[in-house]
């Protein structure tokens, strides 16, 4: 069977207070309007790319309860392929806290649950669909070694495997070096590289040191300042956009997402980083995580929008 894009990861119940500040440490505030909605890095993911018209399978383990089933209900409703999605019989399916402040950032806590036990036995009877996939993206928010499997698994293939490191942690070699596409932002960059990423300059050099480290292409995205492209030993700068940010909440998720639909229909490194740009530049100015996920048709509006205005870079 071939899967044009497997997803690995994580699915949560994200629960939003929308404040003014986020709060200090000790500190109790008092928020504005609460919401649910779907999250979890590898469901936003893989929700992102459907919407943009990828051919998805999605696989993560939610507990066997209300939020798990209305995941799975909504990943269907998306026309994800969730056949081997896992059910866990003993922990609750992942929970985020997050708070959203009035400059669209966050602050996320995530209770891991059901996510945290994905191992790599769950996911041998998926073996032949991670070695069959065109490509392959995963995040950290299961267990590294399920992570090192999968990888190892399709690069084994030659399948393409893209690794967003978030939550930001360190990677052993053994791993990086089965990746093709690394994506981390600024912080996770910095702490992959030991270099403050704070501009395009210093952005180059960390992308550089991740590179050193076994890593055949490295994408940093740079929030509203866009991404920095690091492949085949040239630097390519994709501009961010001007919106009205009202959520910054799963603009990596959306950015990755669509980055993996660019590459699976062919489209170069620099064409699909611009893509994964403009797709992520959407999403923030929505609220919430899948919430916040275009369809091809609002890029689409989007760059044309951008082109009539000649405000395009
Ligand atoms: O990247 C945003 C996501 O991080 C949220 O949806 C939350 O669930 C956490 O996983």
Known sequence: M??????????????????????????TILGGRFFMNPGGKGANQAVAAARLGGRITFIAKTGNDIFGK????????????TGYMLSDPENPSGVALITVDKNAENCIVVAS???????EKDLLPAKTVIENAGI???QLEIPLETVRFV????????????????????????LLNQISVLTPNEKEAEMLSGIEVSDIESAQRAAQKIKDQGV?????TLGSKGALLFHENE?????????KAVDTTAAGDVFNGALVVALAEGKNMQESTRFACEAAAISVTKLGAQAS?????????FRDALIQTSDIK
């Open 235 to 243: 630097y390519t700068h994709a501009p961010g956009y001007m919106v």
């Open 293 to 301: 996920a275009p369809y091809k048709t609002e890029v689409d509006e």
């Open 216 to 220: 055949k292409t490295v994408i940093i």
């Open 151 to 174: 990888a190892q698994t399709a690069a084994a293939k030659g399948v393409m495997v893209v690794l967003n490191p978030a939550p930001a942690c360190l990677l052993p070699a053994g």
């Open 113 to 119: 649950g059901a996510n945290a036990s994905l191992s």
């Open 70 to 81: 209305q995941s799975l209900g909504l990943f269907n409703a998306e026309g994800i392929n």
């Open 136 to 138: 392959v993206l995963m």
């Open 2 to 27: 071939k899967t044009d894009i497997l997803v690995i990861g994580s699915s949560n119940t994200d629960m939003v207070i929308q404040a003014e500040r986020l709060p200090a440490a000790g500190e």
